[in-house]
Structures are given as C-alpha cells and as structure tokens.
C-alpha cells in the first residue's frame, strides 16, 4: 500500500492550504484514514481522522480551522487547513489504517510564517 500525499508548502499566518493524500494498492477498503504531523523537537500527534462512514475527528488545536474530508471511491483524504497558525508548522503525515495495520506516507512540510 501506498500513500502519496500532496500540497504542502509555505503560507502566511491566516492563510490557507489543502493537502491531499491518495492511496493506492490496498486490496481491502481502508477504515480510517487520517492526518498527523510531527514539528521540529516534538512527538507526531494527531491532527484529524476521518473513517469510512465519514465520522471525523480532530486535535483540539485545530478544531473550527481544519476540515478533513474523503472521496472513498478514489481511497483519497483531504484536510483544508484555514487560518493557519505558525504552530501548525510541522511535517504532515497521511495515515491509512486497513484492517489492523497502519501504513504512512512520506510527509508534506508545512510551513506557516510571514
């Protein structure tokens, strides 16, 4: 299974950016698929989640600023990130779990400074 994800980049504070992520090679649908991030120094964290029925869930940290959505006939994730903060600057990884097992991508940087 494979996970490549896209949209990554510098941004102002208060601007915006959309990655997305598709997977591919699974011969099992995906349960979950999601967003964690990792910044310099500092543990990966959970970001959003999304599952296959479409229930969402986020960190509170970016409650009311990210939305995390999915198009599950194309096993693709997408997070819309508005009103960044430099905090949010990180390395952004996408997550699919299939079955029992967790697989990553290669991570996208974020970086929000003016």
């Known amino acids: 299974v494979q996970l490549q994800a896209f949209g990554g980049g510098l941004v102002q504070p208060g601007g915006s950016l959309r990655l997305s992520c598709a997977a591919s090679?699974?011969?099992?649908?995906?349960?979950?698929m999601g967003w964690y991030r990792e910044a310099p120094g500092k543990q990966r964290e959970l970001v959003a989640t999304?599952?296959?029925?479409?229930?969402?869930n986020y960190a509170d940290s970016v409650k009311g600023r990210f939305t995390i959505s999915r198009d599950n006939a194309k096993n693709t994730v997408f997070l819309q990130m508005n009103s960044l903060k430099p905090e949010d600057t990180a390395v952004y990884y996408c997550?699919?779990?299939?079955?029992?097992?967790?697989?990553w991508g290669r991570g996208t940087q974020v970086t929000v400074s003016s």
């Open positions: 090679g699974s011969r099992f649908s995906i349960n979950t």
């Open positions: 999304i599952t296959s029925g479409g229930s969402t």
């Open positions: 997550n699919a779990v299939i079955q029992t097992l967790w697989y």
